[in-house]
């Protein structure tokens, strides 16, 4: 019951943006396929109580119940993640690598970038999400944000967030 639900849910609520299969087709939209279940879980409360809004997430979060965002988690946690297909650049993975040595981001992201509880999945998201988000929190524009997350990107460069993001975007499964 619940899964077929969510199932329903998901594809009348959240297709739209965050594709069919989990995996966003549109730029600054980021995919939830294959997310750590905690990190869903945790941001769906995050943003139905207001901590952090998202202006168009807003009429689709504010009635969910406990057990709704319970059976979203799940079921897009279960999902495949696959790239975006937008172009990565060699170069720019490479310098990525190195930067995410230095600054520990596997530490909590873990080596694979596939995340863990609270932690997000960063492997095969969007360039174009992960760039604008890395942003928001080096800037403290994201409302809500782990602060040990936008201590981990302050004071980068813009060059510096696209080269991780391409490196993000390159990891596999
Ligand atoms: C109208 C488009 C739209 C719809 C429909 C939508 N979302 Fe979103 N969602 C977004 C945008 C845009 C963001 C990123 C906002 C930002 O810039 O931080 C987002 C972010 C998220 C995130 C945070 C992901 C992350 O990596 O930080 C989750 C979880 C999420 N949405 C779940 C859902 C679920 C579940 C549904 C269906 C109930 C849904 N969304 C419907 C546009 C949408
Ligand atoms: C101390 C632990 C920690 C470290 C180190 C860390 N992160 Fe994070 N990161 C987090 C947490 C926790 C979140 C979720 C933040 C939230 O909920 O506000 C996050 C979120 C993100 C997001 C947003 C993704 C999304 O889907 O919304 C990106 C991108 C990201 N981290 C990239 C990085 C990169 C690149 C590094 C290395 C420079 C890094 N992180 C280092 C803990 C960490």
């Given amino acids: ?13 959240c297709a739209s943006c965050h594709g069919e299969d989990g995996n966003s087709k549109i730029a600054n939209i980021p995919s939830l396929a294959g997310q750590p279940e905690f990190f869903i879980l945790n941001q769906l409360f995050l943003m139905r109580e207001g901590v952090r809004p998202i202006e168009s997430m807003k009429p689709l979060v504010k009635d969910l119940k406990d057990s709704d965002i319970d059976a979203l988690a799940k079921h897009f946690a279960g999902l495949e993640p696959r790239p975006s297909g937008e172009s990565i650049d060699p170069a720019l ?51 809500g944000a782990d602060t040990l997350m936008s201590n981990a990107v302050a004071g980068l460069s813009d060059a510096d967030l696209t080269a991780l993001a391409h490196y993000a975007a390159s990891l596999g499964k």
């Fill in 93 to 143: 993975v490479k310098r990525g690598s190195e930067l995410a040595v230095t600054l520990r981001c596997a530490s909590c992201h873990l080596p694979n970038f596939a995340g863990r509880q609270q932690m997000p999945r960063l492997a095969t998201q969007r360039v174009d999400y992960l760039v604008h988000s890395m942003k928001e929190f080096r800037d403290n524009k994201r409302s």
């Fill in 1 to 13: 019951m619940t899964f077929l639900f969510a199932l329903f849910l998901a594809q009348a609520s």
